[in-house]
């Protein structure tokens, strides 16, 4: 086993972070930025491309480019998540037999681990190219509020793109790894993040390395990128009322003002003043006009006030939720990079009455503490255990629609656990166990598991049998579900291992798939290397040729033309073998050229030298 | 290279291991020790018989001796047996530091490797650094040119003139310093050197055929600075 990388799978952005020498490092991609955008786009000539390049052709291939794709894994294509996705998705969101939410891209169907995957396979190779070696081990991060079939399907992504993922952790619990918490006894966090297109507000209680999520709140469609949308606004209004010409007409002004705003919205975050200057951002008959605004902080903040005010209600309904006071917590963390901005900092204090911290980067800090788990793995840090929780309740459904919990969440696996329950009509043969996962009170509001029945049930009046339905969760999370008559000793059980709706027979097939698609990444990589190679040579050929192709005999020349043009047409093509073909034959004329150059010059100097 | 390589795959290996083995490293050590423990209660029992028929001959003395013997055996075994423990958890800290060791060279060895990779790039980057800043003055400059209106003065003639040098001085700067334009006009699109804004139908092009640059794009050296913002030809 080679490094530990941790992955930061994120809606918009993802993040790599590795420990080399007890220090957390931060993988940058291969166009060097160290995050890199969740978008991925085929292309009709079946390339996949990801990160910054997807995002730059996605407006000519909208809909075979996928963003956002985590608002999709691991969920069934009629929940309302599914749905609300659906309607700002450029690109085809489908329904699988199985009824989970699927990718349509250019007529084939793809599964949401398989998105992940093509962009975990590109992290992983970046990884590799950084680390000088292979990397096959990984811990990826999921919100706290993932259930087990969305955590089980971001494994699969990492299982598909070829790697072993030791370990999902929440994100909040990583950035609080990333900030060296958790080694003392009973710490309560808070841990708010305001990424690029969402917000998770997470409590955490700490105790000797169990970290138990008290409680999460968030809001799935608020963002860094609603804040920058304001300052745009903003600059079209102002310049609407000076110069009446309406900049949103204007894709090119439209994406100089996007830039200029994000400028600006960051400068803000350490200085009290903005300048967008954007001249010649438009023209109208009385010439060419400019743009040159000043934005201060207070305006900024006025703008964007009540987008910091959407992210108060989950924050009190978290602490609610967890049954704290304001005062209760004991540690604040800034997660995404919108928490850079100083008033969503300001609002972050004001709400939990303690300054947050901030120290980290918040684009990164998930990343780095999933690291810092891997060395936890490897044993590098060694004063930090991280016991495994389960994420949310696990119960069954009882009369009336009721969800009962057996094992809460939060619970250290393993874990064994069982109560007893009885009938509800006289001389009840059989009983159903319906096994749901979730929080909510009514049944139907949480995730189904499993469902079977026991029966056999000997005739009695309702409520005398004694039915004992016990839950056992072992270390890797597969559940085992027992009902048991405790008169007739009659028992049913069944083993719920966490699915993504992916069948083993699938994640195999898509694992080969991903290694053929890396092969082909491989074999392009190479057909483009050649191909530069015989550009090179075919350009210095032409020049020799036609400085001293005069040297060469009449045939010769005309077989210089020819295997010119020959390796011109070559280079439209990808076939290696042609390509190499050419490459052995222009190194064979351009030394017949060489050659008559010597023996021309040699030639032409000889009689010089007589004189 | 790949002697390297496997020593730090071994020893990755070896790590693996160990990870999975240290909550438990107490319950592990200690069968150890109770594997050995019946040879020392044989010795023990060996000493002791061989005591007893020493003593056999003169009771008396031998029987300090004996138990002597006898208490001072059992401390030494006492001591012996602690010895072993220690040894047995020295060689399993000896095999931890040992693989930790290897595991740090390997580590640094690509480590060094890298650093070396990177100081080229280092360079090269800061130098990259600059270039984009200016890269916004050098699009303005442009934009000023071209929205320049066809002017019918001699001042004003010369006046752009002065600005073109000027503008064609800042350009070869920068070409100096590696910065190269990326060709975007009538190329077939390409999202690892243009961005697409936006998209036009025509039927004339074939698709994905760069028809408009809203914005250069540039190069420094082999590395992409921007991206040409381009707007690309669709089927209508």
């Keep these: 086993m080679g490094k530990v990388i941790g992955i930061d799978l994120g809606t918009t952005n993802c993040c790599v972070a590795v420990m080399e020498g007890g220090v957390t490092q931060i993988i940058p991609n291969k166009e060097g930025g160290r995050t890199t955008p969740s978008v991925v786009g085929f292309t009709d000539k079946g390339e996949r491309l990801v990160g910054q390049i997807a995002k730059r052709q996605a407006i000519t291939n909208a809909a075979n480019t996928v963003f956002a794709v985590k608002r999709l894994i691991g969920r069934k294509y009629n929940s309302p998540e599914v749905q609300r996705a659906k309607e700002s998705s450029p690109y085809e969101i489908t329904e699988s037999a199985n009824g989970d939410a699927r990718v349509r891209i250019q007529t084939r169907d793809y599964s949401p681990p398989e998105v992940s995957a093509i962009i975990l396979q590109r992290l992983k190779s970046a990884a590799e190219d950084f680390l000088g070696d292979e990397v096959d081990e990984a811990i990826i991060t999921v919100p706290a509020y993932f259930d087990d079939f969305q955590r089980q399907a971001t494994k699969d992504a990492g299982k598909i793109a070829g790697l072993n993922v030791q370990r999902i952790i929440n994100e909040p619990t990583a950035a609080a790894l990333a900030y060296g918490l958790g080694k003392r006894a009973s710490e309560k966090v808070a841990v708010y993040d305001l990424g690029g297109g969402t917000f998770d507000i997470s409590i955490l209680e700490m105790n000797d390395g169990v970290f138990e999520v008290l409680s999460t709140c968030g809001d799935s469609f608020l963002g860094g990128e609603d804040f920058d949308q304001r300052i745009i606004d903003w600059l079209i209004d102002e310049f609407r009322n000076e110069t009446n010409i309406d900049l949103r007409q204007d894709r090119l002004a439209l994406q100089r003002l996007k830039e200029a705003a994000e400028r600006a919205k960051c400068e803000l975050s350490n200085t009290m003043e903005a300048t967008i200057n954007l001249p010649f951002i438009s023209a109208d008959t009385s010439g060419p006009k400019h743009l040159n605004k000043a934005l201060s902080r207070n305006r900024f903040e006025d703008l964007v006030a009540d987008l910091v005010e959407r992210t108060v209600e989950p924050c009190q309904k978290a602490l609610w939720d967890a049954r704290l006071k304001q005062g209760d917590i004991d540690k604040v963390l800034l997660v995404g990079g919108q928490t850079r901005s100083p008033i969503v900092q300001r609002r972050v204090e004001q709400l939990f009455g303690r300054a947050p911290s901030a120290e980290i980067n918040p684009d990164e800090v998930v990343a780095m503490g999933a690291s810092i788990q891997g060395g936890v793995l490897l044993g590098e840090v060694k004063d930090l255990v991280l016991l495994d929780v389960i994420p949310l309740s696990l119960g069954i459904e009882t009369r009336g629609g009721v969800f009962t919990k057996i094992i809460d969440r939060n619970a250290t696996l393993p874990i064994k656990k069982s109560l007893v329950f009885t009938t509800v009509a006289d001389n009840q043969s059989t009983v159903e166990v319906h096994v749901l996962q979730g929080e909510r009170e009514i049944a139907t509001h949480n995730r189904s598991l499993a469902k079977f029945e026991l029966v056999g049930i000997a005739p009695a009046p309702r409520g005398v049998p004694q039915i004992e339905v016990s839950f056992e969760i072992n270390v890797d999370g597969i559940v085992e579900v027992s009902a048991r008559d405790k008169m007739t000793g009659l028992e049913q059980a069944m083993k719920i291992s966490p699915s993504s709706g992916l069948s083993p027979d699938e994640i195999y097939r898509l694992i080969e798939e991903a290694k053929a698609n890396e092969e082909a990444d491989k074999q392009q990589k190479e057909i483009l290397l050649l191909k530069n190679r015989l550009e090179g040579l075919l350009q210095n050929t032409q020049r020799s040729f036609s400085e001293f192709g005069w040297m060469l005999s009449v045939n010769e020349q005309e077989s210089v033309r020819n295997t010119l043009m020959v390796a011109k047409e070559a280079m439209a093509s990808d076939d290696i073998g042609m390509i190499k073909q050419n490459l052995a034959e222009l190194e064979k004329i351009g030394r017949i050229i060489t050659d008559a150059m010597f023996s021309g010059a040699a030639g032409g100097l000889g009689p010089g030298g007589g004189m | ?236």
């Design chain 2, 1 to 236: 290279m790949t002697i390297e390589n496997t020593q730090s795959s071994n020893t990755a290996n070896a790590a693996t291991t160990k990870s999975q083995t240290t909550p438990e490293v107490e319950t592990t050590s200690s069968p150890k020790i109770t594997e050995e423990q019946p040879q020392l209660e044989d010795l023990a029992e060996d000493a002791i018989i061989s005591d007893a028929s020493e003593t056999d001959p003169s009771p008396e003395e031998n029987t300090t001796t004996s138990l002597m013997s006898e208490s001072e055996a059992a401390q030494l075994l006492i001591e012996l047996s602690d010895a072993q423990e220690r040894a047995a958890k020295f060689s399993e800290e000896k095999k931890l530091i040992y693989e930790q060791l290897m595991r740090r060279q390997a580590e640094f060895e690509n480590f060094r490797k890298r650093v070396e990779r990177e100081r080229t790039e280092v360079n090269l980057q800061a130098k990259a650094n600059v270039v984009i800043e200016l890269l916004p003055v050098l699009d303005n400059l442009e934009r000023a040119l071209e929205s320049a209106p066809k002017g019918d003065e001699v001042l004003f003639e010369n006046i752009l003139t002065g600005v073109k040098l000027i503008h064609r001085q800042f350009l070869d700067v920068l070409i100096g310093l590696g910065l190269s334009p990326i060709k975007a006009m009538g190329e077939a699109f390409d999202p690892h050197i243009h961005e697409a804004v936006t998209t036009e139908a025509n039927n004339e092009l074939p698709e994905n055929t760069v028809i408009a640059e809203l914005q250069k794009g540039y190069k420094l050296g082999e590395k992409l600075l921007r991206p040409a913002m381009v707007k690309v030809s669709v089927r209508g």
